[in-house]
């Protein structure tokens, strides 16, 4: 009793230093409370908010504990929602929705009949925070009610709650003078292809409404493709439906807009086939904000924008005239080569993208002007020009490569070397062998590379004579050049290559003789990943432990989970992953209990590559559990990465998981036709949420089979499951159920299924 009245005493003062009108001093209250907040205390914090919300600065901290505090305060406020006062009944249901308990929503949906508006207010923005589905119904009364104060908090909240089946009653909302914003919102999170028609119909009609109609075509578009891969049959819609009069809505739009809505517009406009609007793009290219959006829609056109982009090749910004070069090569037009041949000689990252550009375009008019920067004093451009060469593999290459390989000019003998080795011209051989000695180190390095890949015995004796040049970057060019050579003969040098001076050597060796799973390499590396003082010297031996994969290395590999360095742990961590070795299982499971997100993200990614079975159960659970959605992404992707009977099984429980629902229906959508028969049994769990998520899955993977599998669907007792069933059948052929959707066009008691069942059988 002591204690408790002690905490009731320090609450109290906590909360009379909420009034102060010092925010840091309110801050550090509002923290401390949040701290020590027990049930003992919640009856304070209630009170306060009861007799003493007229004080805003005290107001508004409460609401961050009670928020904050992490303990069950919902029955308490819930009896607040039966308050005389309004504003206790307004802010009881502020805090509900905040503190996101499930328990709340009944006591919710009861004050949707409050007699205050703005009770009723708050109850229907809290039921969309919660995705109250059983208040769907009564949130479409308000909606079909036209009272914009309460219309439009209902629409927010049915496009949170995600129930398609609002949609017929959000449509007649586009012509509404005051509503019809929200209402475009709603249908973009809400509704599917049906939409477009009348969204283009308003958009030809109002230009006010260009900026939302975009935002809202987006939001279908990447809808579809993420379910169905089917974003580009949106843009047809949009292209079947737009007229004149919207194109030039959009394009006046997109000259005002900023941020996401221009975004949106210049990437619907991406979608039009109109001289103007590709015209408009070009302009746009090189903006810092759309740039990338305008270009991919050029792309996308082709051979038509060449004449459009040639005119926009000499623009005073760089990064313009760089990104058309680079649409230029995507295009692969033979008519951009003189322009950009004209661009090899300007500065070196404009060069550089021209001499990409032709690689694409790989037109052997472009072969003289690209020679002639071999000899340029920028490596990289001298690297671009290579690369282009040998994309266009002109017929004089082997005799001009011959010449270069004994030019004076050791730029042009090391660009010579790298085509040499490319093509591994047979008349080039000597002379390769002969730069291995070349007085360049530069030269020397860039022909030990190629070495493997040269049908000549003397090759391997080179490379074992390169381990011993003065040079270090020679020496690391024979170590990685190794790793491509037979193990029994690189083993034995790599091993001596281990102790060089140079971390580099040292580490390319490591990593070759990881290629070569060579386990005469084991005390070495693990010698190496503990105490050598390079940190990615030890990165490499850990990742080459992993590769060879021997039981005796799991000691060395556990040891370093508790190494100084992030890096290390972290890459000792991903080793035990890939060992597959049935003894890392232990560690990973204590990694995956961590008290840091990040780690445990990590050990559950490396728990799915480990692959066994014995961690299916608790990576359900930490999907079901965990508040880091990395932490939840990663596992419900290791379960998919498992794969097999079990993992399904996990898979399908945690479709009831709202936050997890998403994941885990791409995620068994990825899983290929041999999982179909097990991903199926989830149209039987007794969770409509579950058997909606097992339709979209199996709709998503567009297999004959998978697809059968939906049509009993079309009589599943839950409206919900027989809506996303029908939309699902629309997008993946329909007519050898026509006559089951033709009896829900007309008999289904729901008018969302009746609805989408007679706009299906009109596709």
């Known amino acids: ?46 009170r306060a908010l009861r007799d003493e919300h007229q004080d805003p600065n005290l107001l508004n901290s409460l609401l961050q504990v009670l928020t904050q505090a992490g303990i069950d305060a919902v029955t308490p406020l819930i009896e607040l929602l039966a308050e005389a006062d309004a504003n206790v009944r307004i802010y009881a249901a502020l805090v509900l929705g905040n503190l996101g308990s499930p328990q709340a929503i009944p006591a919710l949906q009861r004050a949707l009949d409050d007699p205050d ?26 909606v079909e009610s036209r009272d914009f104060f309460l219309a439009f908090p209902a629409l927010e909240a049915l496009a949170h709650i995600g129930e398609p089946r609002a949609v017929p009653h959000v449509m007649p909302l586009l012509e509404d003078e005051f509503l019809y914003a929200p209402a475009i919102e709603t249908l973009g999170q809400l509704g599917d292809h049906t939409c477009i028609a009348p969204l283009m119909s308003r958009l030809n009609r109002s230009r006010e409404t260009a900026p939302i109609i975009a935002r809202a075509l987006i939001a279908l578009y990447e809808r579809y493709e993420g379910h169905y891969g089917e974003g580009a049959f949106i843009a047809d819609l949009v292209r079947q439906a737009i007229a004149p009069a919207g194109i030039r809505h959009l394009l006046m739009a997109a000259t005002r807009a900023t941020g996401d809505d221009l975004r949106s517009l210049i990437t619907v406009l991406g979608w039009l086939n109109d001289e103007e609007v590709m015209r ?17 829609a050029l792309a996308r056109q082709g051979r038509r924008v060449m ?13 313009t005239s760089r990104t058309i070069v680079a649409l230029l090569g995507r295009i692969g037009d033979s008519r951009a080569v003189p ?52 994309a266009i593999s002109h017929p004089d290459m082997p005799g001009r490569v011959v010449a270069w390989l004994r030019d004076p000019d050791p730029r042009v003998r090391e660009c010579a070397v790298r085509i040499a080795g490319y093509f591994g011209y047979p008349e080039c051989i000597d002379l390769l062998l002969e730069r291995c000695q070349d007085d360049d180190e530069q030269v020397r390095s860039a022909a030990v590379e190629h070495l493997p890949y040269l049908e000549d015995e003397r090759a391997f004796d080179a490379l074992r004579a390169a381990l011993r040049d003065p040079s270090h970057r020679v020496r690391a060019a024979a170590a990685r050049a190794l790793g491509y050579v037979e193990p029994e003969r690189a083993i034995p040098p790599l091993l001596t290559a281990l102790e060089d001076d140079d971390p580099w050597v040292r580490r390319y060796a490591a990593q070759s003789l990881s290629r070569h799973q060579a386990r005469e390499a084991l005390e070495a590396l693990e010698r190496m990943a503990q105490d050598d003082p390079a940190p990615f010297v030890r990165i490499t031996a850990i990742q080459g432990l992993s590769s060879i994969g021997e039981p005796r290395a799991l ?60 961690a299916i159960e608790p990576l359900r659970q930490a999907a079901a559990s965990d508040t880091d959605e990395a932490v939840i992404q990663a596992a419900i992707n290791a379960l998919a990465y498992l794969n097999g009977e079990e993992a399904i099984s996990a898979l399908i429980a945690l479709c009831a998981v709202e936050r997890c629902r998403e994941t885990c229906i ?33 709709a998503r993977m567009k297999h004959p089979r998978a697809s059968q599998r939906l049509h009993a669907m079309l009589g599943d007792p839950d409206a919900s499951v027989r809506l996303t069933t029908v939309t699902a059948l629309g997008h993946l052929g329909h007519h050898v159920i026509a006559s089951q959707l033709a009896h829900l066009a007309q008999e289904d008691p729901d008018e969302a299924v009746r609805q989408a069942a007679r706009m299906v059988l009109q596709m």
């Open 666 to 698: 791409a995620a068994l959508a990825s899983l290929g036709e041999d999982a179909i028969d097990h991903i199926a049994r989830g149209l039987t769990h007794q969770d409509a949420a579950v058997r909606r998520a097992i339709v979209q899955a199996l």
């Open 339 to 390: 322009a950009l041949t004209q661009l090899l000689g300007a500065e070196p990252d404009l060069a550089i993208a021209a001499a990409n550009a032709l690689a694409n375009i790989g037109d052997r008019a472009a072969f003289e002007p690209l020679s002639r920067l071999l000899e340029h004093p920028n490596a990289a451009v001298r690297r671009a020009a290579v690369a282009a060469l040998n």
């Open 280 to 296: 408009t793009l070009a302009q746009f290219v090189g903006h810092p904000d759309v740039g990338e959006e305008a270009a991919e």
């Open 307 to 319: 004449e459009i982009l040639l005119e926009r090749l000499d623009a005073e910004d760089p990064d």
């Open 555 to 614: 000691a060395t590999l556990t040891l370093l989970l508790n190494a100084d360095e992030p890096e290390l742990c972290e890459a000792a961590l991903e080793a035990l992953g890939r060992t597959r070795l049935p003894g890392a299982l232990s560690p990973l499971l204590d990694a995956l209990r961590s008290p840091d997100p990040r780690w445990r993200a990590m050990a559950a990614r490396a728990l799915g590559e480990h692959g066994d079975r014995e």
């Open 117 to 142: 508006p703005n009770v009723r207010y708050h109850a229907i923005e809290a039921l969309g925070k919660l995705r109250a589905t059983s208040a769907v119904d009564a949130l479409i009364a308000f």
């Open 1 to 46: 009793m002591t204690m408790r009245r002690e905490a009731q005493s320090i609450a109290q003062e906590l909360i009379a230093a909420l009034k102060n009108k010092e925010w840091q001093a309110r801050q550090s209250a509002i923290r401390e409370l949040a701290r020590i907040v027990t049930p003992d205390v919640i009856p304070e914090l209630l």
